[in-house]
């Protein structure tokens, strides 16, 4: 039964929605129907679909409708439903998982529509995924994986202009994965890391300054290799380490290849280092 407390909820929430709308930049409103059945589900829902800059989210505990305003060229409304579905909750698109509907607290498992919506796929009810399946995420992420090691490379050559341009790519790269099309960890790794990348690739886009550049390319290497131990480019990945770098401390980066090729360092200790982990597809 809706409560006074959750209508009042409601009423704020609404408020607070509209006046950040403006933050979203080109942005795009819909509203779809999303069941639940009170305040704990609304606070569940919009942390689900919410995106700071990107998605702002209002769902409405008498209606159960779920209105979105987000960045059309960052996002679109199935990536954000399966976010909501993977947190337990159906919408008129996407069917939760089973499991994640069953860890739902006893109050917030609503009754459910009849099965007519597709599952978001969810790997404890799809054990067995197939070569096409993951060839297809290997796909979404390899561009990625092609400008990060583009950068690479320039950087092995000292070559700021063109780690420059190559993470410009990658900035790019990294905002145009649709996150729909990942699977259900790849794409909780993806959401906590995304930020960290685009900001790392963003300093390492903005200037020439090789030194610069690889103070960035080492967290985004740490970044990226806690996505590649899921989700690898469809190749052998091999994740290396340079022993002197930060005084000491070490940095890592990711490989095509084992052989040595120092980018922290370039020609001055090109084959300083060591390959400390075999990533398979």
Known sequence: MKTIQNIFLALVTTFFFTGCDAQIKNPKTETVKVYGNCGMCKRTIEKAANERGIVKANWNIDSDMLTVTYDQTKTNTDAILKKVAYAGYDSDLFRAPNEAYKNLPECCQYDRPVKAMAVANNHSEHQ?????????????????????????????????????TQAAGLVKAITAVPMDKLKPAQHTIWMK??????????????????????DHFASLSEN?????????????IYYQKCP???????AFWLSQENTIKNPYYGSAMLTCGSTVETLKP
């Open 128 to 164: 067995g995924h197939n070569m096409a399946d993951m060839s297809q995420n290997n796909d979404v992420l390899s561009v990625v994986y092609t400008h990060y090691f583009a950068v690479k490379d320039a950087l092995i050559k000292s070559d700021g202009k063109t780690a420059a």
């Open 193 to 214: 890391i995304l930020n960290e990348l685009k900001t790392d690739a963003e300093h390492i886009a903005e200037t020439n300054d090789v030194k610069h550049q690889r």
């Open 224 to 236: 990226l290799y806690t996505l590649a131990k899921s989700a690898t480019n469809g190749n052998t």
């Open 244 to 250: 002197m770098y930060n005084d000491g401390k070490g």
